[in-house]
């Protein structure tokens, strides 16, 4: 069987590391044939890597377009987060099945715009909602649906985004600001936004979400801390986020290699000096929020707890689901789920093999479900465009109630509202 042929819209991280480092350990599966990315040195590392055709090796990915279908079987969107919609409603118009990263839009007006193309797109359109691909919640999903836990009742679910993590991406990095990517609630979140209407099993009726940016501002900065942490800083010793103890270290993997595509010490050491990782923590231009919780009604009278914060140790996500018959509690990076039966007092362990990296193993079970369905047709998948644009909808709903001071937001109303926002 020939491999799927993509053409990868975007040589980032994400497009890098997720989907053409799987294209390199399965060929049998998927081939990158095309590639567009601004980036001269990302775009010709994975030009050289994939040995892609100079034609098909482009800075714009409108270049690639019209195609006849020939060059590439699929599009993989994993440009930055605005830059979706164009490459998203193209594909879709050529006929191509498209994975897309999440988040799908970073605005309302686009969200509704992209909301009304799912109503008649033909097209296989997945979206990279990776935690429903997961071992994880497949299995806690399957436990709810066996009763296992009884009827649900309550779900808890806490992202812990962790302190080195919210430091690199969201004051750093990419998604540090509103204006130039989305919501933090929006940007890292619509996975934990989707998957609780996952479990759920029904749509999200009302929420209301407190949050801010308490910490990572200039007023919280150390007496004398410098613009760059490589400019003398007198409490590097102490600072958690100094860029010397995060990027110079032994560790080239993620999040080192985002910083520069030169990895020797002395090219990291250039990047920090220039780039804008090597900026104080505190003296950077961010402002989405670093803590942020969200309370959700779902329509069969399921309620759910989320909390989403920078200031935790680990990068990690916890679950507690609560049933009439029982309780179920999990942790996606080690694998583990438990349930505590109220009648016998029997306590039962589950014990999953989960990997640490690739979101526990839900990138690559997301790439090969995607690889599947167009092998054999399929239009339909676990993360469709119109199931995942529901998440975005809560999410955008979130931030709006955040910045109402907690106002309860009706989810209907306000996918309405966007719509007409949208036709107005």
């Not at 042929?5 to 998927?30: E, F, I, M, N």
């Not at 004398?224 to 600072?239: M, S």
């Not at 100094?242 to 090219?267: C, F, H, M």
Request: charged share 25%.
């Amino acid at each position: 069987m020939n491999p799927i042929r993509a053409a990868l819209l975007g040589g980032g991280s994400r497009g890098r590391y997720v989907y053409a480092d799987y294209a390199k350990t399965r060929p049998q599966d998927l081939r990158i044939t095309a590639i567009a990315e601004p980036d001269q040195e990302k775009r010709t590392t994975i030009a050289e890597e994939h040995t892609i055709r100079s034609s098909l090796v482009v800075s714009d990915w409108k270049d690639l377009f019209p195609s006849t279908h020939q060059d590439f079987d699929v599009v993989i969107i994993a440009t930055q987060d605005a830059m979706h919609l164009e490459p998203l409603l193209k594909a879709i118009d050529e006929g191509y099945p498209v994975l897309c990263e999440k988040p799908v839009v970073p605005s309302l007006g686009e969200l509704s715009q992209i909301a009304e193309k799912a109503k008649h797109t033909k097209s296989l359109v997945s979206i990279s909602h990776v935690l429903r691909y997961t071992p994880f919640f497949t299995k806690i999903k399957q436990l709810i649906e066996e009763k296992a836990i009884g009827d649900l009742i309550g779900i808890e679910l806490n992202e812990n985004v962790g302190h080195i993590h919210i430091s690199h991406s969201y004051v750093r990095g990419n998604w540090r600001k509103r204006e130039e990517s989305s919501p933090m609630i929006l940007a890292k979140s619509c996975h934990d936004m989707d998957i609780l209407r996952y479990l759920a099993g029904s749509s999200c009726e009302t929420l209301s979400s407190y949050g801010d940016l308490f910490h990572f501002k200039q007023d919280k900065a150390p007496k004398g801390a410098p613009l760059r942490c490589t400019d003398g800083c007198p409490v590097l010793e102490q600072c958690p986020y100094a860029a010397q103890k995060i990027y110079l270290g032994e560790n080239i993997l993620w999040p080192v290699n985002v910083i520069t595509t030169d990895l020797s010490y002395e090219g990291r050491e250039k990047a920090l000096k220039e780039g804008p990782y090597g900026r104080c923590v505190y003296h950077c231009d961010n402002n989405v929020v670093d803590h942020q919780s969200v309370s959700a009604r779902f329509s069969n009278g399921v309620i759910a707890n989320f909390t989403m914060s920078g200031f935790t140790m680990d990068t990690h996500r916890s679950i507690r689901v609560m049933g009439s018959k029982a309780e179920l509690k999990g942790d996606m990076e080690s694998g583990e789920i438990t349930i505590d039966v109220f009648s016998t007092k029997e306590h039962i362990t589950y014990q999953l093999n989960t990997k640490r990296d690739g979101h526990g193993g839900g990138d690559e079970h997301l790439i090969t479900d995607f690889i599947a369905r167009v092998r054999s047709l399929d239009i339909h998948s676990t993360s469709d465009l119109s199931t995942s644009l529901e998440s975005h909808f809560m999410a955008f709903a979130a931030e709006e109630s955040r910045l109402s001071g907690g106002e309860k937001i009706d989810l209907a109303s306000f996918q309405k509202q966007g719509r007409m926002r949208l036709l107005s």
